[in-house]
């Protein structure tokens, strides 16, 4: 049925108790397929690091160099472009031109910690716009880090590469510090994850954009105008969701946009689906051939009748917009950020 | 056989876990060094502060004070009272220059004859590297 | 105090070799023989042989020794031997010191030099304590011959009933209307199929009968002070605005209730309807009715219509209204306590959608929904369908790091398996999975029902469920099949999760109240886990059931039955004594500051006013358990610990370096 893949996480520990590890790995198949997404991790009645087994196995093939070219291209563009789309540092903050935002050096409350994905890619470039209008509309006091910002190291690390993860980590804390940043804003959960779980010696107050978003509707400094009468699902990413518990804020956000009708579907919360964008898989398809599970999302959604597929993830919104392109369901379903909701209504 | 320095040791064992411990060491015939004397207690709660300073002034070398592990003991706390007070107590002997290191707490079940033996040596031999502690002690 | 010369005897033991040969056990005797207070000092092949206690005896009579000191094996052996013996000889027990020169000497040491060294030095600490040593006096205390069971499900009902049977009086508090626990709630058990209801009612009747049981339904402890013999107990009664004398157990309130059918059944766990005034269930004992004041109209309100519906139907004139709580104050002298366990909350678990989907149960749910006496009368229909498919996944809430429960429930391989059964006796042609992690089949006839199950055609999977979601009307289980390695999605159209036994969920309430602990698991802890595993820290406090773990009936009534029969030796010796090791205060040095109060664990040192505004510590000599703790707590030094004074471990200190 709904499955996509023949890795078999404990056919690979099984084997490890009595063989050389690295040799289980290349027998194998499928270790590239996980998406390091944790649903197995949360449910686990014994407690197994499965996702650290997975990445652990991942840094063998890498330290062997059996990596697959584009894991490996990756890899490499973020040791020379410090982000991992293989485009120069110079043109990172390219996205923002023109909305005349305040670079973090001239002293902010928040600083925007835009992310790769949001700063490269055309399609995200429009919700990390987003965002920067709606914390204007509030006024919140805010700066970017323009070419300095350097790829948090979150997917490197799942990518099986710990040294350049610690590295791009000790860079980014350290020029928080520089700027003496006590709070961050990231548009990706996972950014926003790994600085608040992964980053040893971190400082700073972290908090996702539908967390301050929220918070800033509930304090009543957005005002929305307009309405938008469409029937809308939210689709949890796994990093904000199943791994951080965050649920709530991302659907307060949505029930207070005037019109929406908010409905969920089978999976929601901690029961979500993976869209498959995690863990690297931005970069490498899987061994399998079966349905991308993004697809099987965007049947759900549809089967609740959503008009608009709703998600506060870079990762989300590239897989589940690809599945509404290729499988032509442009007239039916539209997939969002939420922000971009959000912008639309105010 | 060459005897140098000959540590004075005195033990406080609580009567359900560590002295038991220390009982099964023996019918379990695991040797260590004769150095160690104890003292039966009922619970390491009931070691005060003036046993370990009245047996370092008449000229112990080392104080080993052993009870149940934490949850284990017969009068449910004791043993973390002990805890606290000894926290305090070795703070006072680093203070009056006796060395922190000549008192050791140490959790020994009634099971752990094997760990008892092993404890008690180890001490021994730290506090015979740190040598006598008066001139009134030897051999 | 008399002051009297002190005449001490030392007896070396050589425990045939098993001291002689590492300990030169002549010279021992020989170097403490001019020790001050040492009149002789012998040596003797065994000590503990009649011959050797004979020595001690003859000595004590002849010579005037009035301390003994015996060099032998571990006390924790034969100290009570030795108190035995110079009682013996007229001596006060507590007079005997003993040097453990064979566990802590001649078997852990080689050298011979060495060993005999610290054994002199070990008897000396002997003879040093001993002359210091006072007579103890034991002390007993009368046991009241009145037990408090609390909690009545099937362990409470059976330690209550084997008490009252032994002739003493028993005090049986529920806090629920009615007696039977989760037992009650039962269809049939595993692994013989007897139906619950037929096997417990009769006892649960003759509980209600039986002369020497008071029920105290609706009630709660909520006081116990005392201890061992003489607790003091206060239970309050909640009202029942039902006059228990007059109500016939007609239910013609409950059919008049203007609620009814509007409130859920607790005891059919949500899936039935009953009115604010009702009985839990058919065969409830006591059989009268009650009204639940958190709903009643009246009893909220102020108002039910033009006048209380139930009040009017009622011919017996049992309806109270103006009823108020009653609070009953006992002395006792044991309990036990039954307090059962609480069912695993499944929505712990969303993956399994248990809350989401009407037709995934918990295991107590579908014992209501196959029961004949439940809401539906035993009719298993999913959609007014009868399911087709019905898988049962274990383990859920047990076994479980992710929710905290380590531990095995114990009860629910069978109790699916029973519930497979059951299913297929009723619908033979519906198609029954059960997903487990490992089949637990210990018990007496289990491995054989098991077998049983099995060959009637249900079908087990081994690997845990990884997801449930909607297909259509129906359900997708999905899982791997370990066995095979492979991915495995079965559909469903009712899915029972055999949901865990965890702790009742007000346990610390309990503890507090008894000054008992638990174990890691968060279930009552025993004494001791294989020599005492009914007893409790606190003397005279036993448990029973599932409060203290998870398991089946067989596995309650004994327990019980254990339970029962520990309060009951302890209430028939009539007496017990109390530790004569114990603290006492000065009350001239004490200054009534409560560091002892705080310090002890068992609640004996209590300030007490001796003249107006002067506190004072006095410890309650039945309570202390003798720690030493307040002891070392007490500034002033106004406590000392009898047989572990200061001066005598004082004077140990100095003869042992
Ligand atoms: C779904 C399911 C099916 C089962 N099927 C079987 C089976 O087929 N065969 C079998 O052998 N076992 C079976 N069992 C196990 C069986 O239910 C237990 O072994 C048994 O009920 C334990 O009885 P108990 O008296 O210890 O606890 P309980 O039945 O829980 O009784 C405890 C009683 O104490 C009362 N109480 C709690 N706290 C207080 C308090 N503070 N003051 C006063 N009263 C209090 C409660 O109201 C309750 O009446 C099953 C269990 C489950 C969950
Ligand atoms: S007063 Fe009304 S609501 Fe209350 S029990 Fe009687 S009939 Fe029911
Ligand atoms: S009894 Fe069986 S189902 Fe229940 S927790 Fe133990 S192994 Fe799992
Ligand atoms: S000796 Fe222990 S039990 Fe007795 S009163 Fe003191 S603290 Fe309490
Ligand atoms: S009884 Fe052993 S430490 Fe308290």
Redo the contacts between chains.
């Keep these: 049925m709904f499955r996509k893949s023949h890795f078999n996480i404990r056919k690979f520990i099984y084997d490890a108790f009595d063989k050389d590890m690295a040799k289980v790995v290349f027998e194998k198949v499928g270790i590239w397929d996980c998406t390091t997404c944790s649903a197995c991790l949360n449910k686990c009645p014994k407690g197994v690091d499965t996702v650290g087994f997975v990445t652990g196995l991942r840094q063998l093939m890498v330290e062997d160099g059996r990596i697959p070219p584009p894991i490996r291209d990756a890899l490499k563009s973020v040791s020379i472009h410090k982000n991992p789309w293989k485009i120069g540092a110079e043109e990172r903050s390219k996205w923002a031109e023109g909305l005349e935002i305040k670079n973090i050096s001239e002293g902010a409350d928040i600083l925007y910690f835009v992310g790769c994905t949001p700063a490269y890619d055309a399609r995200l470039q429009k919700v990390a716009r987003a965002i920067v209008g709606i914390m204007n509309k509030a006024g919140v006091d805010f700066g970017i880090l323009g070419n300095e910002e350097g790829c948090c190291g979150s997917e490197i690390r799942r990518m099986g590469d710990p040294w350049t993860f610690e590295y791009l980590a000790k860079e980014n804390i350290e020029t928080f510090k520089k700027y003496n940043i006590r709070k961050v804003v990231t548009t990706s959960p996972h950014c926003f994850n790994t600085f608040k779980n992964e980053y040893e010696g971190a400082d700073f107050e972290v908090q996702h954009y539908t967390e301050l978003i929220a918070g800033l509707i509930e304090e009543g400094r957005l005002a929305f105008s307009r309405e938008i009468n469409k029937t809308v699902t939210y689709h949890d990413p796994c990093f904000l969701g199943k791994q951080n518990k965050i649920f709530d804020p991302p659907r307060k956000i949505l029930a207070s946009i005037p019109g929406v009708k908010l409905v969920e579907m089978d999976r929601a919360r901690e029961r979500s689906l993976c869209c498959e964008g995690g863990g690297g898989r931005m970069w490498i398809e899987s061994e399998d051939s079966e349905d991308r599970l993004a697809k099987i999302r965007v049947g759900e959604a549809m089967c609740v009748q959503a008009q608009i597929l709703a998600t506060a993830c870079p990762f989300c919104l590239l897989t589940l917009e690809d599945v509404v392109k290729t499988e032509e369901l442009e007239e039916s379903i539209e997939v969002l950020d939420i922000a971009e909701l959000v912008i639309k209504a105010l | 056989?060459n005897k140098g320095f000959e540590p004075?040791i005195?033990g406080f064992a609580c009567?359900w876990c560590s002295?038991?411990g220390?009982?099964?060491?023996?019918?379990s015939?695991?040797?260590?060094?004769?150095n160690i004397?104890?003292?039966?207690?009922?619970?390491t709660?009931?070691?005060?502060p003036?046993?370990i300073l009245?047996?370092f002034q008449?000229?112990?070398d080392g104080v080993l004070v052993a009870g149940c592990h934490p949850?284990d003991c017969?009068?449910?706390?004791?043993n973390l009272?002990c805890e606290k007070?000894m926290d305090v107590v070795k703070r006072l002997v680093g203070i009056l220059g006796i060395g922190k290191e000549r008192l050791r707490l140490e959790w020994v079940s009634a099971s752990e004859g094997g760990r008892f033996?092993d404890v008690v040596t180890e001490f021994t031999e730290q506090v015979r590297e740190l040598g006598p502690l008066s001139g009134k002690?030897q051999g | 105090m008399e002051s009297e010369e002190i005449k001490i005897g030392v007896y070396v033991c050589h425990c045939g070799i098993n001291i002689g040969s590492t300990v030169d056990v002549e010279q021992v005797r020989d170097s403490v023989s001019e020790l001050p207070n040492v009149s002789i000092s012998r040596d003797f092949k065994y000590m503990c042989s009649d011959p050797g206690q004979a020595l001690i005896r003859k000595d004590i009579e002849e010579r005037g020794l009035n301390r003994v000191v015996v060099a032998a094996c571990s006390p924790r052996m034969h100290e009570p031997t030795f108190r035995k013996t110079i009682q013996q000889a007229g001596l006060n027990p507590y007079c005997v010191e003993i040097a453990n020169i064979r566990e802590q000497c001649s078997w852990v040491h080689e050298d011979k030099a060495d060993a005999t060294d610290k054994a002199v030095k070990l008897v000396c600490s002997a003879v040093a304590k001993a002359s210091l040593l006072e007579p103890l006096e034991e002390k007993e205390v009368e046991i009241a011959p009145r037990a408090l069971v609390i909690g009545a499900g099937i362990a409470g009902i059976q330690a209550s009933l084997d008490i009252a049977d032994a002739g003493f009086q028993v005090y049986l508090v529920e806090r629920e209307p009615s007696i039977g626990g989760h037992m009650a709630q039962l269809d049939k058990t595993f692994p013989t199929l007897d139906c619950s209801a037929c096997i417990m009612t009769p006892k649960m009747v003759e509980v209600e009968r039986h002369p020497n049981i008071e029920l105290l339904t609706y009630s709660k402890v909520i006081e116990v002070g005392g201890y061992i013999g003489n607790f003091n107990v206060k239970v309050k009664k909640k009202p029942r605005y039902i006059n228990m004398d007059r109500c016939t157990g007609c239910g013609l309130c409950a059919e008049a209730c203007r609620l009814k059918g509007r409130i859920t059944s607790e005891f059919d766990v949500g899936m039935g309807k009953r009115s604010a005034s009702y009985i839990p269930f058919p065969y409830a004992v006591p059989s009268k009715y009650t009204i639940d004041a958190e709903h009643c109209l009246f009893l909220t309100k102020g108002k039910c219509g033009k006048s209380p519906a139930c009040k009017d139907a009622c011919t017996a004139d049992a309806v109270e209204f103006e009823q108020k709580e009653e609070i009953v104050e006992l002395d006792i002298g044991t309990i036990v306590v039954a307090t059962g366990f609480d069912l695993f909350d499944a929505t712990e678990k969303p993956e399994y959608g248990y809350g989401l989907y009407d037709n995934v149960l918990s295991g107590l749910e579908f014992e209501r929904l196959v029961s004949s006496s439940g809401p539906t009368q035993g009719k298993i229909a999913i959609g007014g369908k009868d399911p087709k498919d019905v898988v049962f996944v274990q383990c859920v809430g047990s076994r479980d790091k992710s929710v905290g429960n380590e531990y095995c429930s114990r009860v629910c391989c069978m109790y699916t398996a029973k519930q497979a059964y059951l299913i297929h006796e009723k619908l033979p042609d519906a198609r029954l999975t059960i997903f487990y992690i490992d089949i637990r089949a210990f018990g007496k006839g289990f491995e054989e029902f098991y077998d049983r199950v099995r060959e009637e055609g249900v079908r087990y999977i081994r690997g845990n469920v990884s997801e449930i979601i909607k297909k259509g009307d129906r359900l997708l289980v999905m899982a791997e099949d370990t066995l095979l390695g492979e991915p495995i999605d079965v559909e469903a159209d009712l899915v029972v999760l055999a949901t865990g036994i965890v702790p009742r969920a007000d346990v610390r309430e309990l503890m507090n109240l008894l000054k008992i602990s638990q174990s890691p698991d968060g279930f009552l802890l025993e004494a001791h886990p294989k020599l005492r595993p009914v007893d409790t820290a606190s003397d005279g406090i036993y448990i029973a059931g599932c409060c203290q773990g998870p398991k089946d009936i067989p596995d309650t009534v004994a327990q019980a039955k254990g339970a029962a029969s520990s309060a009951m030796t302890k209430m028939s010796q009539g007496k017990v004594k109390v530790e004569a090791i114990i603290a006492s205060v000065d009350p001239f040095i004490c200054r009534g500051c409560g560091r002892c109060v705080e310090a002890c664990e068992y609640g004996a040192p209590e300030l007490q006013e001796a003249e107006p505004g002067i506190l004072v510590s006095e410890v309650n000599d039945s309570l202390c358990k003798g720690c030493g703790a307040c002891a070392v707590a007490c500034p002033c030094r106004a406590i000392s610990m009898k047989h572990f004074k200061n001066e005598q471990i004082f004077s140990q200190i100095e003869a042992v370096i």
């Design positions: 056989m004075n005195v009567n002295y038991a220390a009982d099964l060491a023996g019918t015939r695991i040797k260590y060094p004769p004397k104890i003292i039966r207690v009922m619970c709660g009931r070691v005060t003036a046993f009245k047996s008449n000229g112990a949850g017969h009068y449910i706390a004791g009272k007070i033996a002690s």
